[in-house]
C-alpha cells in the first residue's frame, strides 16, 4: 500500500467523494467485465453437433497400444543402457584388479 504524505493525503481525501471505489475493487470488477465478455464471446461461436458433418474418429484401442508400446521401448531401451554400463565398469574394476595384482572374483583381504 502507498502511503502518502499527510498533505497529499488530506488533499486528495477533499477530490475524491466518500463513496469512491477502491483500486483493489475496481481491478476487481474490471477483470471480472473481461470474463463476462470473454465468455459471451465464446458463446457466440458456438456450434451445435452435427453428425452429418463429423468426421471419422481414430480408435482409442490404437492408442492405447501406441502409448504402452513406446512406455515398453523406454524401458526396455533403459534397462539395455544400464546394463551396458554396468558391464563397462566391471571390466574397469576386472582390469584394475589385474593391474594391482589380486584376482578381480576374490574378496578383498580386510
Not at 20 to 42: I, K, N, Q
Not at 73 to 85: E, H, N, S, T
Request: with cysteine.
Amino acid at each position: 500500500m502507498l502511503r502518502l504524505p499527510r498533505a497529499a493525503s488530506a488533499q486528495r481525501a477533499k477530490e475524491l467523494p466518500v463513496n469512491a471505489p477502491s483500486a483493489r475493487w475496481t481491478a476487481w470488477a474490471a477483470g471480472l467485465l473481461t470474463l463476462v465478455a470473454a465468455t459471451a464471446a465464446w458463446a457466440d461461436d458456438y456450434v451445435d453437433y452435427d453428425p452429418s458433418t463429423a468426421r471419422p474418429e481414430v480408435s482409442a484401442p490404437l492408442f492405447v497400444v501406441l502409448a504402452y508400446s513406446a512406455i515398453w521401448l523406454c524401458v526396455v531401451g533403459f534397462a539395455v543402457l544400464i546394463w551396458r554400463r554396468q558391464r563397462r565398469i566391471d571390466d574397469q574394476l576386472a582390469e584394475l584388479g589385474q593391474r594391482l595384482g589380486r584376482d578381480a572374483a576374490a574378496p578383498p583381504a580386510p
